[in-house]
Every structure is written in C-alpha cells, then in structure tokens.
C-alpha cells in the first residue's frame, strides 16, 4: 500500500509538471504577441529597449 502510495504521488507532481510547462508555454505565447503588437504599433522594430524589456520577462516566467 505504500509502495502504490508513492507511485500515485509521483504520477501527481508528474502531472503537476506538465500543466505548469503547458501554462508557461501559453503565458510565453501570449506575451511574445503582446509585444510583437507593441513593438509595430510604435514602429520600433529593432528597439533594443523593448527587446530587452521583452527577454527579461520571459526568463521571469520561465523561472516562476
């Protein structure tokens, strides 16, 4: 009994793993076409500053 306990417990986190890379994936998505949105309503295709802007938030949702 043990044993299946462990075995439903790591099948659960399994599953919590995955739907948490599924949320980043359509947060990452979201956020890269808000920018995308931002960055041709301002004509500033190659601004430095809104790139920049745009990775740091990227890596902060991928770390959280």
Do not use: D, P
């Not at 599953?15 to 301002?42: A, D, N």
Request: charged content about 15%.
């Amino acid at each position: 009994m043990f044993l299946a306990l462990i075995v439903l417990l790591s099948e659960f986190n399994l599953v919590i793993f995955v739907i948490r890379i599924l949320l980043k994936l359509i947060v990452v998505g979201f956020t890269q076409r808000f920018f995308v949105e931002i960055l041709y309503e301002h004509e500033h295709y190659e601004s430095e500053f809104y790139i920049n802007i745009y990775r740091v938030l990227l890596n902060w949702i991928l770390v959280f």
